[in-house]
C-alpha cells in the first residue's frame, strides 16, 4: 500500500493551495483519512480528518478556513486551503486507515510528507 501526496508548494499569505493524497496497492476498505502536519521545531498535529461517513474534525487554528473532503472511488484524500497564514508552513502529511483484506484489521499508513511554504 502506497499513499501518495501532492499539491504542496510556496504561496503568499493570503492565498490557497489544495493537496491531495491518493491511496494505491492491494486494498479492500479505508475507514478514516486525515491530513496532519509537522512545523519545525514542532511535534506533528492532526489539521483536518474526514470519516467514511463524510464527518469532519478541524484543528481550532484551521477552522473555517481548511476544507477536508474524500472521494472513495477514487481512494483519495483532499484539503483544501484557503487564507494561508504564514504560521501554515509545514510538512504536511496524509494519514489512512486501510484494511487489506477481508480478514485482516485496519491499520495506519502515511503519505510522504509535501511542504506547504506560506511567505508573509
Known amino acids: 500500500v502506497q499513499l501518495q501526496a501532492s499539491g504542496g508548494g510556496l504561496v503568499q499569505a493570503g492565498g490557497s493551495l489544495r493537496l491531495s493524497c491518493a491511496a494505491s496497492g492491494s486494498i479492500f476498505s479505508i475507514n478514516g483519512m486525515a491530513w496532519y502536519r509537522q512545523a519545525p521545531g514542532k511535534q506533528r498535529e492532526l489539521v483536518a480528518s474526514i470519516t467514511r461517513d463524510l464527518a469532519t474534525n478541524y484543528a481550532d487554528s484551521v477552522k473555517g478556513r481548511f476544507t477536508c473532503s474524500r472521494d472513495n472511488a477514487k481512494r483519495t484524500v483532499y484539503l483544501e486551503m484557503n487564507s494561508l497564514k504564514p504560521e501554515d508552513t509545514a510538512i504536511y502529511y496524509c494519514?489512512?486507515?486501510?484494511?487489506?483484506?477481508?480478514?485482516?484489521?485496519?491499520?495506519?499508513?502515511w503519505g510522504q510528507g509535501t511542504q506547504v511554504t506560506v511567505s508573509s
Open positions: 494519514n489512512m486507515e486501510i484494511k487489506r483484506g477481508i480478514g485482516s484489521v485496519f491499520r495506519a499508513y
